[in-house]
Nanobody, 130 residues
Framework: DVQLQASGGGLAQAGGSLRLSCTAS??????????IGWFRQFPGKEREGVSC????????QYADSVKGRFTTSSDNAKKTVYLQINSLIPKDTAVYYC?????????????????????WGQGTLVTVSS
């Protein structure tokens, strides 16, 4: 099994920045064999895809709704993926999740469905005040 630990959420002011982290672990787990996606879930809504990174080559797919303010990167030595959110707005308030799946390409925008992924972190709450 693969375990994901998401962290970095909290209370932030509009206009500020946050960096979320997602660290992966597991017996026999090879980080580069998995792609890792970020999702967010607004209150009362379904989870929506934000981005996906392939640590093997660093390529990233973004949802159109977040392009320009969100940046996803990875530190393979630390088995950690980051989601940098800049110019925070109150509508960014959500629970952010990371998820992973073995030996699949990153889905493109419009195809970032939660059921594409097999393992999920516990989520980290981001609250943006105006």
């Amino acid at each position: 099994d693969v375990q994901l630990q998401a962290s970095g959420g909290g209370l932030a002011q509009a206009g500020g920045s946050l960096r979320l982290s997602c660290t992966a672990s597991g017996s026999g787990f090879r980080f580069e064999d998995y792609v890792i996606g970020w999702f967010r879930q607004f209150p009362g809504k379904e989870r929506e895809g934000v981005s996906c990174i392939d640590p093997a080559d660093g390529s990233v797919q973004y949802a159109d709704s977040v392009k320009g303010r969100f940046t996803t990167s990875s530190d393979n030595a630390k088995k950690t993926v980051y989601l940098q959110i800049n110019s925070l707005i109150p509508k960014d308030t959500a629970v952010y999740y990371c998820a992973t799946v073995f030996s699949h390409p990153c889905p493109s925008d419009g195809e970032m469905y939660p059921d594409y992924y097999d393992y999920w972190g516990q989520g980290t709450l981001v609250t943006v005040s105006s």
